[in-house]
Nanobody, 121 residues
Framework: QVQLVESGGGLVQAGGSLRLSCAAS????????MGWYRQAPGKQRELVAA???????NYADSVKGRFTISRDNAKNTVYLQMNSLKPEDTAVYYC???????????????WGQGTQVTVSS
Protein backbone atom coordinates (compact mmCIF):
# COMPACT_ATOMS: atom_id res chain seq x y z
CA GLN A 1 0.00 0.00 0.00
CA VAL A 2 2.65 2.50 1.07
CA GLN A 3 6.32 2.30 0.25
CA LEU A 4 9.16 4.34 1.72
CA VAL A 5 12.35 4.35 -0.33
CA GLU A 6 15.53 5.77 1.19
CA SER A 7 18.65 6.90 -0.60
CA GLY A 8 21.85 8.77 0.11
CA GLY A 9 23.70 6.55 2.55
CA GLY A 10 27.33 5.61 2.14
CA LEU A 11 30.85 5.81 3.51
CA VAL A 12 32.27 9.15 4.60
CA GLN A 13 35.20 10.33 6.67
CA ALA A 14 34.72 11.92 10.05
CA GLY A 15 33.80 15.57 9.66
CA GLY A 16 32.13 14.96 6.34
CA SER A 17 28.52 15.30 5.25
CA LEU A 18 25.77 13.15 3.78
CA ARG A 19 22.19 13.85 2.78
CA LEU A 20 19.55 11.17 3.14
CA SER A 21 16.28 11.24 1.24
CA CYS A 22 13.11 9.22 1.74
CA ALA A 23 10.21 9.27 -0.69
CA ALA A 24 6.81 7.88 0.25
CA SER A 25 4.57 6.50 -2.48
CA UNK A 26 1.42 4.42 -2.89
CA UNK A 27 -2.04 4.89 -1.40
CA UNK A 28 -1.37 8.07 0.53
CA UNK A 29 -4.17 10.33 1.72
CA UNK A 30 -2.19 12.29 4.28
CA UNK A 31 1.06 12.10 6.22
CA UNK A 32 1.49 13.41 9.74
CA UNK A 33 4.98 13.12 11.18
CA MET A 34 7.96 11.84 9.22
CA GLY A 35 11.25 10.97 10.78
CA TRP A 36 14.59 9.25 10.77
CA TYR A 37 15.70 6.54 13.16
CA ARG A 38 18.97 4.68 13.34
CA GLN A 39 20.21 1.39 14.67
CA ALA A 40 23.85 0.60 15.33
CA PRO A 41 25.06 -3.00 15.78
CA GLY A 42 24.09 -4.33 19.18
CA LYS A 43 21.99 -1.28 20.03
CA GLN A 44 18.32 -0.44 20.00
CA ARG A 45 16.77 1.63 17.27
CA GLU A 46 16.67 5.29 18.29
CA LEU A 47 15.00 8.44 17.05
CA VAL A 48 17.36 10.79 15.24
CA ALA A 49 14.98 13.50 14.08
CA ALA A 50 11.31 14.01 13.31
CA UNK A 51 9.23 16.65 11.57
CA UNK A 52 5.50 17.29 11.59
CA UNK A 53 3.43 18.21 8.55
CA UNK A 54 3.53 21.80 9.80
CA UNK A 55 7.33 21.82 10.00
CA UNK A 56 7.94 21.46 13.73
CA UNK A 57 11.10 19.49 14.39
CA ASN A 58 12.56 17.35 17.13
CA TYR A 59 16.15 16.08 17.38
CA ALA A 60 18.10 13.64 19.49
CA ASP A 61 20.54 15.51 21.72
CA SER A 62 23.45 13.71 20.08
CA VAL A 63 22.74 15.27 16.67
CA LYS A 64 21.51 18.74 17.58
CA GLY A 65 23.44 21.40 15.71
CA ARG A 66 24.83 18.88 13.21
CA PHE A 67 21.78 17.32 11.53
CA THR A 68 18.85 19.08 9.88
CA ILE A 69 15.56 17.42 8.96
CA SER A 70 13.27 18.88 6.32
CA ARG A 71 10.39 17.74 4.15
CA ASP A 72 8.64 18.50 0.90
CA ASN A 73 4.96 17.82 1.47
CA ALA A 74 4.14 18.07 -2.23
CA LYS A 75 6.59 15.25 -2.94
CA ASN A 76 5.90 13.23 0.23
CA THR A 77 9.64 13.31 0.83
CA VAL A 78 11.72 13.82 3.94
CA TYR A 79 15.41 14.69 4.03
CA LEU A 80 18.17 14.47 6.60
CA GLN A 81 21.20 16.67 6.11
CA MET A 82 24.03 15.30 8.23
CA ASN A 83 27.08 17.49 8.80
CA SER A 84 30.16 17.09 10.99
CA LEU A 85 29.66 13.35 11.01
CA LYS A 86 31.31 11.29 13.73
CA PRO A 87 32.20 7.57 13.83
CA GLU A 88 29.46 7.11 16.43
CA ASP A 89 26.90 8.16 13.81
CA THR A 90 27.59 4.88 12.01
CA ALA A 91 24.34 2.93 11.79
CA VAL A 92 21.54 1.82 9.53
CA TYR A 93 19.21 4.78 9.09
CA TYR A 94 15.49 4.11 8.71
CA CYS A 95 12.81 6.43 7.42
CA UNK A 96 9.45 6.47 9.16
CA UNK A 97 6.13 8.05 8.18
CA UNK A 98 2.74 8.24 9.87
CA UNK A 99 0.36 7.70 6.94
CA UNK A 100 -3.39 7.64 6.42
CA UNK A 101 -4.46 5.80 3.26
CA UNK A 102 -7.98 7.18 3.01
CA UNK A 103 -10.54 9.65 4.34
CA UNK A 104 -11.35 8.73 7.93
CA UNK A 105 -8.71 6.02 8.16
CA UNK A 106 -6.27 5.91 11.02
CA UNK A 107 -2.66 6.93 10.58
CA UNK A 108 -0.30 3.97 10.58
CA UNK A 109 3.48 3.85 10.89
CA UNK A 110 5.41 2.76 7.81
CA TRP A 111 9.13 2.07 7.59
CA GLY A 112 11.73 2.15 4.86
CA GLN A 113 14.19 -0.66 4.27
CA GLY A 114 17.10 1.22 5.78
CA THR A 115 20.27 2.73 4.38
CA GLN A 116 23.75 2.21 5.77
CA VAL A 117 25.77 5.20 6.93
CA THR A 118 29.39 4.49 7.83
CA VAL A 119 31.68 7.18 9.20
CA SER A 120 35.37 6.33 9.28
CA SER A 121 37.77 7.89 11.77
Amino acid sequence: QVQLVESGGGLVQAGGSLRLSCAASGSIFSINAMGWYRQAPGKQRELVAAITSGGSTNYADSVKGRFTISRDNAKNTVYLQMNSLKPEDTAVYYCNADVATGWGSAHVDYWGQGTQVTVSS
